[in-house]
T-cell receptor, first 109, second 114 residues
């Protein structure tokens, strides 16, 4: 059974304090791993898709990496506007998209 | 600008009432989805539609119904059979129905049972 687990559930950082969010997964035939950002009371917004182990993608202060068992979302020198819930999702051979429960990030000035 | 419009933003339901959530997209996407989001849980799929006049049950379809009469529209009805409907509901779309496609989400509708 395809599964996704995100950790930690919540993370508090000071502005400028770099850290990483984890997404551990088990899947039969990975077709894609997705990261989304969700602000309170809004719908998720797409950040990245990763397809194979070793792949990396960057956008501003965010960098997503992928291994055969997990993905990391690295946040470098975060700012308060990076505060949000970050969702990880996987798609495998079943064609079904499975979401993790999310990591809520709070960045304090 | 292309996107997904959900309405209403907030909705209140009394016991025994059916309510309908609207979802409209102007992205020319074939596939549309309804997800339910509860605190501390991942998004759970309610229904999805790959093409007009066709839709499939997701993981938690009981107590919900949908229709897809137009490509642009995919309304969700929360029926009185849904015993715990208080949640945040998200509509999404993608170019085609493939797990590897990026989803575009609407802003969500929050349903509260009085």
């Amino acid at each position: 059974e395809d599964q996704v687990t995100q950790s930690p559930e919540a993370l508090r950082l000071q502005e400028g304090e770099s850290s990483s969010l984890n997404c551990s997964y088990t899947v039969s035939g990975l077709r894609g791993l997705f990261w989304y950002r969700q602000d309170p009371g809004k719908g998720p917004e797409f950040l990245f898709t990763l397809y194979s182990a070793g792949e990396e993608k960057e956008k501003e202060r965010l960098k997503a990496t992928l291994t055969k068992k997990e993905s990391f979302l690295h946040i470098t020198a975060p700012k308060p506007e990076d505060s949000a819930t970050y969702l990880c999702a996987i798609a495998g051979n079943t064609g079904k998209l499975i979401f993790g429960q999310g990591t809520t990030l709070q960045v304090k000035p | 600008d292309g996107g997904i419009t959900q309405s209403p933003k907030y909705l209140f339901r009394k016991e025994g009432q059916n309510v309908t959530l609207s979802c409209e997209q102007n992205l020319n996407h074939d596939a549309m989805y309804w997800y339910r989001q509860d605190p501390g849980q991942g998004l759970r799929l309610i229904y999805y539609s790959q093409i007009v006049n066709d839709f499939q049950k997701g993981d938690i379809a009981e107590g919900y119904s949908v229709s897809r009469e137009k490509k642009e529209s995919f309304p969700l009805t929360v029926t009185s059979a849904q015993k715990n409907p208080t949640a945040f509901y998200l509509c999404a779309s993608s170019k085609t129905h493939s797990g590897a496609n990026v989803l575009t989400f609407g802003a969500g509708s929050r349903l509260t049972v009085l």
